[in-house]
Every structure is written in structure tokens, then in C-alpha cells.
């Protein structure tokens, strides 16, 4: 079986991005991420967390296609900065707020931290692979993914290899424990995470307040990820009627990735 992460190993792109309006004479970290797709800044809400996290803070960084499995972790997302490498998003989040400061989250408290801690579980655990088994088994979502994997690889190969990743995929959500409810059971659970989202959101524009924190980036990653995801499903669905996530997404969205960055 072609390993899942090897897919990544074709995607080539790269974009130099300079948030928020800093001039930089040149950009000092790398972010290695799938393309965008869908209006999303990447294919992976992994991606996505660390790109929102970088736009929120204004830190400088361009993005790069790369091979995963040369990085520590096997995974996207990773990036690289002054030579070293970080791997995981949240790793890559702590290693970023301690080199570089940590203005959105250092006011915090206790219980606000505890919060932020079981959502970004709750996205990063559970509703990832929900979102996964949408994108992967559903016909729908799998012939969207398709579409924009099958540019990046060889013609005669291709179909082939993403039937691979596909079967690696539809492992890793059995493995998980997900798979192995019907449909109605998958879509049901994500909804709970969903309604679980909605209510501790309240009518708060961020998720802990007034002012967007660390957390947001990680919610906004997965919110985005169903509601700018094409395919009808009943989790889209359900985004769709918890008007406060809905707003939420937007918010964020148009907040940190209205106008494509300088040098995109
Ligand atoms: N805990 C990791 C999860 C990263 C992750 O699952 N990335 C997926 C893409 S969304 C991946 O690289 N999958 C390929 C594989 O599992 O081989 C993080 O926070 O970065």
C-alpha cells in the first residue's frame, strides 16, 4: 500500500505570504501544507490551524508543498524555521509562542485554557474524522477530493494512486473507532461536536470572548473545513443551522483570509 503521507511527496506549490500588512525583507518560516482548495487555505484543517494562527499574529511565512515523511512526525502540517524543524500543529504553535511571544493567549486564565484545551480536542480527535470519512467514503466528497488531487500526479498513474491513499484513509477512520458506526451514526456524532461548539460560543464572536485567542484557529480550521467544503452532507447541514458557528466561521474567515496575502 502507497503510505498516506506519501501522497503530499507531489504536492509542489509554494507562496510567499506577508501577513497582516509587515513589510519583510524576506520571509523566515516555512510552512509546508497540501494546496488550498474550496476557498480554504489548505486541504488539511491541520494546515489550516497553523496558516490561521501565522495570519493571526502577523508573522511573516511562505507555504510549501514537501514530502512529509521527512519530517519527524510523518505528517503535515511542518515548518521550518532558521533550519530546524517542527512538526505538529500544536507542537508548531507552542514552539511559535515561545519564540516568538505569545499575544493572544498570554492573559488567559486557568479555566479559559481548560476550555480551549478540550475544544481543540473535541475538532482535532473526533470531528477531524468525520470530516476525513465525508471527504474519503462518501461518493460525493471523495469525487471533490479527487478533483483536486488528480492534477498534482502523474496522468497514467494517478486515478491508481489516489485509489491507495483513499484505502489508507478509510483504514486510519476505521482504526480511529469512527468508521465503524453506520452513516447516520458518523454524521450524528459530528453534529454533537458541532452543538457542543455552538453552545459554548454563545453570542461571543471568538470562542473565549471579545478578542480572538490561539483556540480560534484551530475551531476556524475545522468550522471552515465543513462549511467551505462544496459537498452537501448532513454535517454541513448541521453547521448550517447553528446560525452562531455559521457567523463565527465567516468572521474569522474574512477577518484573517478575506484578501489572498501579498505575494500569493
Ligand atoms: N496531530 C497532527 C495531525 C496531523 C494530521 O493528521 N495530518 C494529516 C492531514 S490532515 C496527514 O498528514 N495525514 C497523512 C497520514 O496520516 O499519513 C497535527 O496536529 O499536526
Redesign the pocket.
Known sequence: MV???GV?AALAHSRLTLALGAVYASAVITLYQ?PPAWGISS?????T?VETYLRMVGLPFRTSGGD?RKNP?????WIEEDGRMI????DILDYLKARHGDPLDADLGAEQRALAHLARRLV?EHL?WVLVYGRWAEAEGFALTRSVFIPLFPKLIGGLIIRQIRK?MLA?VHSHGVGRHDRADIYRRGAEDLAALSALLGDRPYFLGEQPTSVDASIYAFTSAVWLHPADNPLKRELGKTTNLVAYTERMHSRYFAAPAPGT
Open positions: 503510505a498516506v503521507a503530499f497540501p486541504l488539511s484543517p491541520f494546515c490551524k512529509p512526525k510523518g505528517k503535515v502540517p512538526a505538529d500543529s500544536s482535532e477531524y489508507g486510519q
